[in-house]
């Protein structure tokens, strides 16, 4: 391998050499070809802004199948190691071991790196088909807590003995009456979670020149939780960006006012809204099981999750984790068919992360482009009127030579 540098992380900033050594995996089923796919993208697209100046060094890790046969273990040490000495990575899809010790490969990472924020922009290219009329008046970036909520893995089966102490408990010091057939989950929002969460949205809608940030909550119901994260929401933009941001019922009509209109929506109402009027949507901070339906369903307003990037992110040590949003689509494993972007532009979201913009700039106009040209993959091909079906490396090709004007 070339020499390359280790990416550092010192004053709360990222300190990106020319030659950063990068982590991935490379993912199971389809993953491979995903994987090369956009690898080939990347690249070209440091390439075209750069010269031969600044350039990738990429280094395999194993998590996943590949790992389970290598090594015995679905997420050996030594990868966890490598993604804590180099900060950021990105990783196809994983399959979730069935009946191992392991939940979730994926939650597993996030837990192990504190990767507090789930980060998903969700944009329309044009020509995308997609269920609505109006595609392109959804143009948001979903901020996800990542690891509180019904996620944290407090649960207890029903009939067990643990649940029956914890239900005699409750009985006890709270006169709370539960069914003794139910199993239990806990679901805690804590101030630190919640605030370091929104602040994230709110420095990214800062940093972008966004508009608004909108707190989605089930406070109306879960008052002391998702209720408590709204009020701490407006408690942090109020304590830390008092000259950045404005509570929406201050914003004076037509005051030219640039500040961030920080503003909250109900989860449910979110729902018709964002189909209704997705425009009045710009940065979006939100509870963990929230963000998980929320990011899926506005994927599919814009394409579908073959099309959809994500992160996973702590700003305040620097680690992050870009992924593929779908899963490894093992039917399809080893046939060059699959639509590789949801990895290329999770790849564009990293460049982006590092501060090497115009590449991750040059990654969405050359998808923005490919796609144009009607030369897509299956999923996209299937119902796009005049399309050519390509394959996965194909569509790579066509992605790099849009990138590069050819
Ligand atoms: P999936 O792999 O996402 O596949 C479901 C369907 O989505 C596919 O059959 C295909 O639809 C479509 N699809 C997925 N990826 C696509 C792509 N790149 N391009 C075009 N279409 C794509 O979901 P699954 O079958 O439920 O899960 C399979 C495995 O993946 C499981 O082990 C699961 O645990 C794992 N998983 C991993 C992650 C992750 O690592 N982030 C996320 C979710 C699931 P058509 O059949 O219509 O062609």
């Known amino acids: 391998m070339e020499n390359g540098e280790k990416i550092i992380f010192e004053n709360g900033k990222l300190k990106v ?20 796919a956009a690898v080939r993208v990347m690249d070209k697209a440091v390439e075209i802004c750069w010269g031969g100046k600044r350039k990738i060094l990429w280094k395999e890790v194993l998590a996943g199948e590949k790992a389970f046969r290598k090594t015995g273990s679905w997420l050996p040490d030594e990868t966890i190691k490598a993604f804590q000495e180099h900060r950021l990575g990105i990783k196809g899809p994983l399959t979730t071991p069935v009946g191992g010790g392991i939940r979730s490969l994926n939650v597993a990472l996030r837990q192990k790196l504190d990767l507090y924020a789930c980060v998903r922009p969700v944009r329309y290219f044009d020509d995308v088909p997609s269920p609505v ?5 959804v143009n948001m970036v979903v901020f996800r807590e990542n690891t509180e909520d019904v996620y944290a893995g407090l649960e207890l089966e029903a009939g067990t003995d643990k649940v029956k102490t914890l239900l005699s408990y409750l009985e006890e010091s709270f006169g709370w009456h539960i069914r003794p057939d139910s199993g239990v989950g806990i679901k805690p929002i804590s101030r630190t979670g919640s605030r370091r969460l929104i602040r994230a949205a709110i420095d990214f809608a800062v940093s972008r020149k966004r508009k608004s940030v909108t ?20 408690e942090l933009a109020r304590e830390e960006y008092p000259d950045l941001t404005v509570p929406w019922d201050q914003v004076k009509e037509s005051s030219g006012d640039s500040r961030i209109i920080i503003q909250d929506v109900i989860a449910d109402n979110f729902f018709q809204q964002a189909l209704l009027r997705p425009e009045q949507f710009d940065v979006i901070a939100t509870t963990n099981l929230n963000g998980d339906y929320m990011s899926d369903a506005l994927a599919a307003q814009v394409g579908g999750i073959g099309m959809a990037p994500g992160g996973n992110i702590n700003y305040q040590e620097g680690y992050a984790l870009f992924e593929a949003t779908h899963g490894t689509a093992p039917k399809y494993a080893g046939m060059d068919k699959v639509n590789p972007s949801s990895v290329i532009l999770s790849g564009a979201m990293m460049l982006d992360y590092m501060g090497w913009h115009e590449a991750a700039k040059a990654i969405e106009s050359g998808i923005g482009k490919a796609i144009t040209t009607r030369k897509v993959t299956y999923d996209l091909a299937r119902l796009m009127k005049g399309a050519e079906e390509v394959s996965c490396s194909r569509f790579a090709e066509v992605i790099c030579a849009n990138m590069a004007g050819e």
């Open 17 to 36: 050499p020319d030659r950063p050594i990068i982590p991935f995996i490379e993912g199971d089923g389809t993953g491979p070809d995903i994987w090369r």
């Open 133 to 137: 009329k109006n595609p392109h008046r």
């Open 215 to 234: 707190l989605v909550h089930k406070g109306n119901i879960q008052k002391f939780t998702e209720g408590a994260f709204r009020r701490w929401g407006y």
